[in-house]
């Protein structure tokens, strides 16, 4: 039953799930429930929550940078401009190069601006960044980020904290075919049944939110994500049998007794 580990940016990592760190009601309450989530990766808004000021409280004092990867991503930002910025500030205080690229494009929807998603991912790269970036569930915008550079590719199941689930199966399976990074779902999982099903098609990790932050027992659904995850997971390289369209009987017919 041993899995591969999860390879991402040139490091392996054994949790296949991403956990953010915003909506918990204090810094304690977050450390409590990415430790639940078994998470080896977790994303701060660098424009939200406090990494960069030592003289206040900071998140980076509840998680250690040495325990967790620290994921630092541009959520706020509506530009490439400010999102170039935001990976910049990030670098400058010592989180990494290693970034979740976010533009958001409508702030009703919080769909990503695809265009200025890809213009960022441009010079982010150049820069040497390792780039992972939230996008539209198309398999074109995928495809183009993959041949930029980014060292992965996170389409939206559904519009973030929606918690719909996956929305559009048939494109998010398009886009893991012609994959050669890996592949995450970002943004829109609601319960460990969702985070499930994106394992089962063959998604490479799942990052969220407020799926775990905003449940009634936080502590309770980031344990409950972790193993819906592997659970996820490993149906997938077991490799589920073929819908029929008709029963199919359990116990062979040939050699019963008369």
């Not at 799926?211 to 995850?229: N, Q, R």
Request: hydrophobic share 45%; charged share 25%.
């Amino acid at each position: 039953m041993q899995d591969t580990p999860f390879e991402l940016g040139g490091m392996k990592f054994h949790s296949r799930l991403i956990v953010g760190t915003g909506k918990y009601r204090d810094f304690a309450e977050t450390r409590a429930a990415v430790e639940a989530s078994g998470a080896e990766i977790v994303t701060v808004a660098v424009r939200r929550v406090n990494i960069t000021d030592r003289g206040k409280e900071n998140l980076l004092d509840y998680l250690d940078p040495k325990r967790y990867q620290i994921l630092p991503n541009t959520a706020g930002c509506f530009t490439a401009d400010e999102a170039v910025r935001t990976c910049r500030l990030a670098r400058e205080v010592g989180v990494g190069e290693l970034v979740k690229l976010e533009v958001i494009g409508d702030n009703r929807t919080l769909f990503p601006d695809v265009a200025a998603t890809i213009e960022a991912a441009r010079v982010l790269v150049k820069e040497g960044f390792k780039v992972m970036p939230y996008v539209t569930d198309d398999p074109v915008t995928c495809l183009r980020l993959q041949e930029i550079g980014c060292v992965a590719v996170m389409p939206l199941a559904a519009p973030i904290g929606s918690g719909l689930g996956i929305r559009n199966p048939f494109n998010l399976a398009i886009i893991i075919e012609q994959a050669k990074v890996p592949v995450i779902v970002d943004a829109g999982v609601g319960t460990a049944s969702d985070a499930a099903e994106a394992m089962e098609f063959g998604c490479d990790g799942v990052l969220m939110n407020t799926a775990i932050a905003g449940a009634k027992d936080p502590l309770a659904m980031a344990l409950a994500m972790k193993l819906a995850v592997e659970a996820g997971r490993l149906a997938f390289r077991a490799g589920r049998i073929e819908r029929r369209l008709y029963a199919t009987a359990s116990s062979p017919l040939t050699g019963l007794i008369g």
